[in-house]
């Protein structure tokens, strides 16, 4: 399928060109996310704005020719809707196929709260007033999907880091939190896009697309795995034999400062930590270069990963920290992968805590909780026009539906500022007379992408 932005929008924005009212020079639309779903999140969720730049870098840097219009007119009219043919012209001619549009966003990475313009889209050609709306389908989808995973990522930063300050040591944050969502996904897309919003906030990730995604645009690997295993090459050793599958995990995949993490429910979670792990494998995993990594993967997460810790500590010993808190054994940690969630997370840690189990000893794989568990809804998202200029006057655009304000929409071109507590706010441009510093930047016009952020600069506004 051609990847062109002629080709990617809903059906009836195809005809809205005609539904404005005549003499229409400039509309401006914002992006904000209005709330969340408190289903999803515990607490009003501190949005991380990501996605901008990467669909800058996909679709505008392209410039649309006439066989893309061809190709786009016959699909279109044979789909029943109009297409305005001599704008998408006029673009190709006059614009060299690049889209007139001014792009403005706060800095990739930074934090806001529900209610905050992130984006905000202006026509810069007054014959292609039709645009700025046009691009909502695509541009609304690069948003949102990439910082509802980014925020609910930080969100579950924000809780173990909480629980690693009061048990533990902070310093293991960034791997605390483990993307398993590639195959939860409905595309390849989905995987790469989700999976490298997770790695703003976090190391450690399984979704290999996310981190060759992040390589194609900023030329490092951001994002790290381990060997591990699967109950498939547990398994086919027979259950006579599960101990040989774990011995043999040891015996390739040990290395000095490593890790291997294996699978170990296959059968009885609790044999596998007691008798396997613990007494005819116990010299061994003592004796590693590296350290084992334990997955209890089915049952109740919060009442096995409590049993399994207490074995595994039984078994390996365990020292108390300078919190008063009690670390396993350095050669043995455990990863919890199967009913991950926000609120899981917190349970977990909780439990582990009130048993005087540090937060050390416990990563989080998380999978189609993280990257498919959620939707546009999950923060409200939405893009409205908020300013029309109809023979050279603006007038401001917005709705507020009487049967729910919650959809009402901002009023005239917004700026985003910083006031003296340091919170960010939104109010209209034309309603601000001092000299405070709107924080929506120029991010593209007329094809030109603007200050493109570095990955390390994206994590560096969104820590923790």
Same mark, same amino acid.
């Given at each position: ?47 991380? /704005? ?173 994002? /790290? ?90 078994? /390996? ?103 003296? /507590? ?43």
């Amino acid at each position: 399928m051609k990847k062109i932005i002629t080709l990617i929008s809903d059906s009836y924005k195809y005809s809205m060109w005609r539904q404005y009212p005549g003499k229409t020079e400039y509309i401006t639309s914002y992006i904000e996310a209005r709330g969340y779903d408190t289903k999803l999140f515990t607490r009003t969720p501190d949005v991380v /704005f990501i996605g901008l730049d990467w669909f800058i870098q996909d679709y505008l840097q392209t410039p649309i020719t006439h066989d893309d219009i061809d190709y786009a007119k016959k699909l279109i009219h044979a789909h029943g809707e109009p297409f305005i043919e001599d704008g998408w012209r006029r673009i190709v001619n006059e614009h060299s196929g690049y889209l007139p549009l001014k792009i403005e966003a706060l800095p990739e990475g930074s934090i806001t709260r529900p209610g905050i313009p992130l984006v905000q889209v202006t026509n810069t050609d007054p014959k292609c007033w039709w645009l700025t709306t046009f691009i909502e389908t695509a541009l609304l989808r690069a948003i949102w999907y990439p910082t509802t995973v980014a925020t609910l990522s930080r969100e579950c930063k924000v809780v173990i880091d909480s629980f690693l300050a009061i048990t533990g040591d902070q310093s293991l944050l960034p791997f605390k939190l483990h993307d398993f969502g590639a195959r939860g996904v409905s595309s390849h897309e989905s995987a790469m896009i989700g999976g490298a919003a997770h790695l703003v906030n976090f190391m450690g990730t399984d979704t290999f697309e996310a981190v060759t995604y992040l390589y194609d645009k900023y030329g490092e690997v951001y994002g /790290f795995s381990i060997p591990a295993s699967e109950h498939s090459t547990i398994t086919s050793w027979g259950r006579d034999h599960e101990v040989q599958a774990f011995e043999n995990m040891i015996d390739v995949f040990d290395k000095p400062n490593g890790l291997v993490a294996c699978v170990s429910d296959s059968y009885n979670i609790y044999e596998a930590c007691r008798e396997l792990w613990g007494t005819k494998l116990k010299d061994k995993v003592l004796s590693m270069k590296g350290g084992l990594v334990v997955r209890p993967d089915s049952g109740d997460p919060l009442q096995v990963t409590l049993d399994v810790i207490e074995i595994l500590g039984e078994k /390996f010993g365990y020292t108390v920290n300078d919190k008063g808190f009690r670390v396993l054994n350095p050669k043995v940690r455990i990863i919890q992968g199967d009913g991950v969630n926000l609120v899981s997370i917190t349970r977990i840690l909780r439990n582990y805590a009130e048993h005087g189990w540090s937060a050390d000893n416990i990563a989080f794989g998380m999978g189609a909780a993280l990257l498919q568990n959620l939707n546009r809804d999950s923060l409200k998202f939405a893009m409205k026009a908020n300013e029309a200029v109809i023979e050279g006057v603006a007038i401001d655009v917005y709705k507020d539906p009487i049967t729910d304000h919650g959809k009402h929409s901002k009023k005239g071109k917004q700026g985003v500022y910083r006031n003296a /507590f340091g919170e960010l706010e939104a109010w209209p441009v034309h309603q601000v007379t001092s000299n405070i510093e709107n924080l929506l930047e120029v991010r593209y016009r007329d094809g030109a992408w603007l200050r493109p952020a570095k990955f390390t600069e994206i994590r560096e506004r969104a820590k923790v």
